[in-house]
C-alpha cells in the first residue's frame, strides 16, 4: 500500500518513467521551496506529460506565499497537490482558493508551517473534503518539530471519527489509487 514521490529531470525517458511506476512511484515532485527539482519553466509539460503517460500527479513543496503567481498555471495541471498544508499564514487563502477548485493538499509537517494547524485543517476540510490527505514526513529531518503520534489524534480531535478517516486514509487511496 506504499507509494513514491520522486523528483527527476524533464529529460527522464518514458521508459525509466514506467519503470519507476512499476516499483509504485506515483507522483513527481518539484521542490521550488530549496530547489533541486526540475525548473518551474518545465513544470506544465513535464506534469502534463508523466500525467498522460501514467497518471501521475505533481506535488509541490511550495512556500505557499508563492502560489498566488502560480495559481492559474496549478490550475491548468490534470492533478496537483501542495505539500506540508502550504507551509505559510500568509498563503494559506490561496491554498484555500486551490483546494475549493480541486488541488490536494498534504496534512503533513506539521512542525514545519507558521500557523495553527487545527484551524487550518478546519478550514481545508470545510472547502474541500478530499482536498485533504495525511502524510508523515518522516524522517523529518529538516523539520524544526519531527512528526509526532499526538499529530494523528489532531487530526481526530479538529474533524472527528469520519473526518479524519477520510484524511488518513481514503482521499489519498482515492488520489494515489492504491
Not at 40 to 46: N, T
Not at 85 to 109: F, I, Y
Not at 162 to 173: E, I, T
Request: glycine share 8%.
Amino acid at each position: 500500500g506504499f507509494v513514491g514521490v520522486t523528483q527527476l529531470p524533464a529529460s527522464v525517458s518514458d521508459d525509466e518513467l514506467q519503470k519507476l511506476d512499476r516499483h509504485g512511484v506515483r507522483a513527481l515532485r518539484f521542490n521550488l521551496k530549496r530547489g533541486g527539482s526540475e525548473q518551474l519553466d518545465k513544470l506544465e509539460p513535464f506534469a502534463k506529460r508523466v500525467h498522460e503517460l501514467l497518471g501521475w500527479h505533481a506535488e509541490l513543496y511550495v512556500d505557499s506565499r508563492d502560489l498566488q503567481a502560480l495559481e492559474a498555471k496549478l490550475l491548468r495541471l490534470p492533478e496537483v497537490s501542495i505539500d506540508h498544508l502550504g507551509l505559510s499564514r500568509e498563503g494559506l487563502p490561496t491554498v484555500l482558493r486551490l483546494a475549493e477548485r480541486g488541488v490536494r493538499v498534504k496534512a503533513c509537517g506539521f512542525g514545519r508551517v507558521d500557523f495553527p494547524v487545527g484551524p487550518a485543517l478546519q478550514a481545508l476540510y470545510a472547502a474541500n473534503p478530499h482536498a485533504l490527505m495525511f502524510g508523515t514526513d518522516l524522517p523529518s529531518t529538516r523539520a524544526p518539530r519531527p512528526f509526532q503520534a499526538d499529530d494523528l489524534t489532531l487530526i481526530e480531535d479538529v474533524l472527528g471519527e469520519d473526518g479524519a478517516q477520510m484524511v488518513l486514509w481514503a482521499n489519498a487511496r482515492d488520489f494515489y489509487r492504491v
